[in-house]
């Protein structure tokens, strides 16, 4: 079936570094792209998506990518903060009304 | 705060209960999502329904059901209760729920403990 790998499983940053987490789908009929963020004790929330039509989003210090032809996209955050600490997980949408959805990211921004 | 509520936000039982979680998505949100995260595991997807229908059911046990009432709110209720099942439940909204896509609304959650 369809699935989305995702790496890494933790990711430890210097604070101010940069982090880059990458997932690939399998499904080719996948348009929609997006990242979550969880913050311990809480629900994800959405930080960033991307639709297939799109190659590169940006927002302040998120920015993700997509390579359609790969079939893989990346999250991207720059000088990282304390507050970036969370789990990130993607996701892939095709067109049978389910999100697919990666294992998760723990980043650590170490001080 | 997403405007998702759940209730309970805790829940401790037994072996062999039955137990049931509720949702309340936000204003205006005609679907909701189940999914269960168990301790340091992603998110698995369980069901979602979309003004009142089955739209897409993903890895649910059949001991697991779920359905959403005319007010939109939603339920799922889990049975025959094993240790395994002990796990946050969120339940999450959205505006749609089609091959779009639209940004799905997390609750806080409900942690179920099974003894």
């Known amino acids: 079936g369809e699935n989305v790998e995702q790496h890494p499983s933790t990711l430890s940053v210097q604070e101010g570094d940069s982090a880059v987490i990458k997932c690939t789908y399998s499904?080719?009929?996948?348009?929609?792209f997006p990242w979550y963020k969880q913050e311990l004790g809480k629900g994800p929330q959405l930080i960033i998506d991307?639709?297939?039509n799109v190659g590169e989003k940006k927002d302040q210090r998120i920015a993700v990518t997509l390579n359609k032809t790969a079939k893989h996209f990346s999250l991207h955050i720059t000088e990282t903060q304390p507050e970036d600490s969370a789990v990130y997980f993607c996701?892939?949408?095709?067109?049978?009304?389910?999100?697919?959805w990666g294992a998760g990211t723990k980043l650590i921004i170490k001080p | 705060d997403s405007g998702v509520t759940q209730t309970p936000k805790h829940l401790i039982t037994a072996t062999g209960q039955r137990v049931t979680l509720r949702c309340s998505p936000r204003?205006?949100?005609?679907?909701v999502y189940w999914y269960q995260q168990s301790l340091d595991q992603g998110l698995q997807f369980l069901i979602q329904?979309?003004?009142?229908?089955?739209?897409a059911k993903g890895n649910i046990l059949e001991r697991f059901s779920a359905q959403q009432f005319p007010d939109l709110h939603s339920e799922l209720n889990l049975s025959s209760l094993e240790l395994g099942d002990s796990a946050l439940y969120f339940c999450?909204?959205?505006?749609?729920?089609?091959?779009?896509?639209?940004?799905?609304?997390f609750g806080p959650g409900t942690r179920l403990t099974v003894l």
């Open positions: 999450a909204s959205s505006v749609e729920g089609g091959p779009s896509y639209n940004e799905q609304f």
């Open positions: 991307i639709r297939s």
């Open positions: 329904y979309y003004n009142g229908e089955e739209r």
């Open positions: 996701a892939a949408g095709g067109s049978n009304y389910q999100l697919i």
């Open positions: 499904d080719s009929a996948s348009n929609y």
């Open positions: 204003s205006g949100d005609l679907s």
